[in-house]
């Protein structure tokens, strides 16, 4: 069985510092996708990155990025100077090519940013 | 392009009644997936519909089913209602590739109570 953890059950930071969400994920297939999800309150599932186990280019875009050591079969996610309005609870989750599971998440972080 | 629409948003139940969920997925996308949200357990997947035919199904009872119609809208229904049943039902559509090569864009999700 497939399985994704998220340690850290809530991060608080000020506003402009960076933060890293961590995520460990275990699976026995050699064919996986990771992906990150931000639910902010109002409950919607907004999509944010994927990514295949072939594929440890570690990816920027903006103040996201992510960190995929398969090594660790760890998954991190880093935003830089952080906003207000990352606030949310972010999801990391697995699934593997056959879909038996579904996406397979973590418990999520949630993540607050004081201003 | 529209995203994922459920409808209702919320929604009261008692125990022992049944209750139906809707989801229109994004126009060209064949692929319906259910999730089951609770403070307790998390995000689980419930079942995924593709071309009217159920492809995978989660850890669910019975009394959670499903349907896809052939305009690829897709139907949850849950019978006999139980408290437990209270939660955030989030409907995701996707091409319907392999899973994994394709992402999953998440509705609003409808959050049902059940009394």
């Known amino acids: 069985a497939q399985k994704v953890t998220q340690a850290q059950t809530e991060i608080s930071v000020v506003e402009k510092e960076d933060v890293t969400l961590d995520c460990v994920y275990e699976?026995?297939?050699?064919?996986?996708?990771l992906f990150w999800y931000k639910q902010p309150p109002s409950g919607e599932l907004v999509f944010l990155i994927r990514?295949?186990?072939?594929?440890?280019q570690n990816e920027i875009s903006g103040r996201y990025s992510w960190n995929f050591q398969k090594s660790t079969s760890s998954f991190n996610f880093t935003i830089t100077a952080s906003q207000v309005v990352d606030s949310a609870v972010y999801f990391c989750?697995?699934?593997?090519?056959?879909?038996?599971?579904?996406?397979?998440f973590g418990k999520g972080t949630h993540l607050i940013i004081q201003p | 392009k529209a995203g994922v629409t459920q409808t209702p948003r919320y929604l009261i139940k008692t125990r022992g009644q049944q209750v139906t969920l809707s989801c229109s997925p994004i126009?060209?996308?064949?692929?319906v997936s259910w999730y089951q949200q609770t403070p307790g357990q998390g995000l689980q997947f419930l079942f995924e519909?593709?071309?009217?035919?159920?492809?995978n199904k989660g850890n669910f009872p019975g009394r959670f089913s499903g349907r896809q119609f052939s305009n690829s809208r897709s139907e949850m229904n849950v019978s006999t209602l139980e408290l437990g049943d209270s939660a955030l039902y989030l409907c995701?559509?996707?091409?319907?590739?392999?899973?994994?090569?394709?992402?999953?864009?998440f509705g609003p999700g409808t959050r049902l109570t059940v009394l």
């Open positions: 995701a559509s996707s091409l319907g590739g392999t899973w994994g090569t394709d992402t999953q864009y």
């Open positions: 699976t026995r297939d050699t064919t996986y996708y």
């Open positions: 990514r295949n186990s072939f594929d440890e």
């Open positions: 989750a697995l699934t593997t090519g056959g879909g038996a599971d579904g996406l397979t």
């Open positions: 126009s060209g996308h064949r692929s």
């Open positions: 519909y593709f071309s009217e035919t159920q492809r």
